[in-house]
């Protein structure tokens, strides 16, 4: 049976993984998680029934701790290695930025020091299998301007704590891959959304606000875009590059989803309308607010690489995958309550 060692298996994509992990395969998951304030295993211990929970394995560590992820490692004894676990929110990047540094660049520098000293140390056959595969975002390229889009060879530029926090880690497995031989696969996304994201993060905020009948917050004029990506979709994509993707390569993922969060948060309000009509129209709640330091103003994805090469195409369109992601918190609002308060966050602005 494969062993797999998922970082950040109890966040919003790490999670997507893992259950997917679970459902379809039977693969051994070594779920790596600190367990911070955006961290559930909710959706996770769901399917813990019967045999699939023997094949669930739940590591409470911080990367930042180079000796507990060592052991950790060792525990794993991996033969594929999913590192999705970072501080991602780029408001909070703001407001705080040591804990990006510290978790973003040397919990990956610990965790490629770790899985080196395993991959060494595996029989030649197991060594010949072996992956690490490094989740990481288009943010690392900056932002565009009206035209282009971000592929493999665009230049890295990153604008906040966050993106420069996740560049540095894509360069250090970078560099592992080239002086070490270690084997890598590095992949860039579009902005993630779908059931299970922690409501901090603009989509699931649209729609505890317009539910709430508060004032629905868009940043500046609302015209910033980017490339939205359903969970699922991106999750096929990660086992694709994980087990098919060519070494030393990275893969741009995005959902052929463009649009301005104007646009986006439009959208949202149109399905609550239907779906909540009593508090329709939903769209008089949106109010604009002082814009975010230093906000990347278009992001855009060329995808060819990874359909020409794995044959990924997302299955969602934006409508659909928003409609079905609107319909899930619908059905889920004791969670968010339960998350949020967990969290002891209130829904306000960070940084």
């Given at each position: 049976m494969m062993r797999v060692l998922v970082t950040g298996g109890a966040g919003f994509i790490g999670g997507a993984v893992v259950r997917r992990l679970l459902a379809d395969s039977g693969t051994i998951v070594f779920n790596?998680?600190?367990?911070?304030y955006a961290s559930d295993l909710t959706g996770i211990q769901q399917q813990l029934v019967g045999s699939v929970a023997e094949r669930h394995v739940l590591q409470q560590v911080n990367l930042v701790d180079a000796e507990t992820t060592v052991a950790a490692v060792q525990q794993a004894d991996p033969d594929l290695v999913l590192h999705l676990a970072a501080e991602s929110h780029v408001d909070r990047s703001i407001a705080g930025p040591e804990e990006f540094l510290a978790s973003n660049v040397s919990g990956t520098f610990n965790l490629l020091q770790a899985v080196r000293k395993h991959w060494e140390a595996l029989?030649?056959?197991?060594?010949?299998?072996?992956?690490?595969?490094?989740?990481s975002t288009d943010e690392v390229f900056g932002s565009l301007g009206k035209s282009g889009r971000f592929s493999e060879t665009t230049p890295y530029d990153p604008r906040s704590p966050y993106s420069a926090s996740k560049a540095a880690s894509d360069h250090f497995v970078n560099a592992w891959h080239h002086t070490y031989g270690l084997p890598v696969v590095l992949t860039n996304c579009s902005n993630n959304y779908g059931p299970w994201q922690f409501p901090e993060k603009l989509i699931p905020v649209v729609i505890l606000k317009a539910l709430a009948g508060e004032p629905i917050p868009l940043y500046g004029d609302g015209a910033n875009v980017r490339d939205w990506l359903f969970v699922e979709d991106h999750v096929d994509a990660l086992l694709l590059a994980a087990t098919k993707g060519k070494l030393g390569h990275s893969y741009c993922v995005g959902g052929h989803g463009e649009r301005t969060n104007k646009q986006v948060v439009e959208t949202i309000c149109t399905v609550l309308d239907q779906l909540r009509p009593q508090g329709a129209p939903h769209a008089?709640?949106?109010?604009?607010?002082?814009?975010?330091?230093?906000?990347?103003?278009?992001?855009?994805?060329?995808?060819?690489?990874?359909?020409s090469e794995l044959g990924w195409q997302p299955r969602h369109g934006l409508e659909q995958g928003l409609e079905a992601t609107v319909r899930?918190?619908?059905?889920?609002?004791?969670w968010c309550q339960a998350v949020l308060q967990q969290a002891g966050y209130s829904g306000g602005r960070l940084g």
């Open positions: 790596l998680d600190k367990l911070g029989p030649r056959e197991r060594q010949e299998q072996f992956r690490f595969h490094h989740i008089g709640l949106i109010t604009l607010v002082a814009d975010r330091p230093g906000h990347d103003r278009r992001y855009a994805i060329n995808a060819s690489r990874i359909s899930w918190y619908l059905s889920n609002l004791d």
